[in-house]
């Protein structure tokens, strides 16, 4: 009995299936898991959590997960501005559900910080994120 196959073809079709995106949602108001959804809110709750953790940190996490944000800490205005969507892009573009960011609004918040809020357009909408540098 032969315990490899006889035959193996390269012509056999490979089907992709996307995976569900449900996942539990969390109120924001009582920090409880209220429900589960795999619409816009579920994004947004990936969104939040992608931008959060600090890639190459946590080995909880994959190396292509997180973001490099915290990088910028102390930087120059001018740098933080020219990284920032590089860095929100490149936390961003594993999620397939994310189509692209752009509309980014830099304001200095005092002399130290800056809140940059951008567009996250997504297969289920469009949202707005907004991070403290």
């Known amino acids: 009995m ?11 079709d490979i089907v ?4 569900p ?9 009582t920090m409880q898991v209220s429900c589960m ?9 990936a969104v939040e959590i992608a ?6 940190k946590w080995t909880i996490y994959s ?3 997180g973001s490099e944000l ?5 930087e120059d205005e001018a740098y933080i501005i020219a990284e920032i969507p590089r860095l929100v892009e490149g936390a961003l573009s594993t ?6 960011v752009d509309d980014y609004v830099y304001k200095k918040t005092d002399t130290n910080s800056m809140t940059v809020s951008f567009t996250v357009h997504t297969v289920y909408g469009d949202l707005v994120e907004v991070i403290e540098t």
Do not use: C, H, M
């Open 2 to 12: 032969a315990t490899l196959p006889e035959v193996i073809g390269f012509d056999t």
């Open 16 to 19: 992709v299936a996307s995976q």
């Open 21 to 29: 995106s449900k996942t539990w949602i969390i109120d924001r108001n």
């Open 37 to 45: 959804d795999a619409g816009l809110e579920a994004v947004r709750q």
């Open 51 to 56: 931008l959060n953790v600090e890639r190459y």
């Open 63 to 65: 190396a292509n997960y």
């Open 70 to 74: 915290n990088d910028l800490v102390g």
């Open 95 to 100: 999620d397939n559900r994310v189509v692209s």
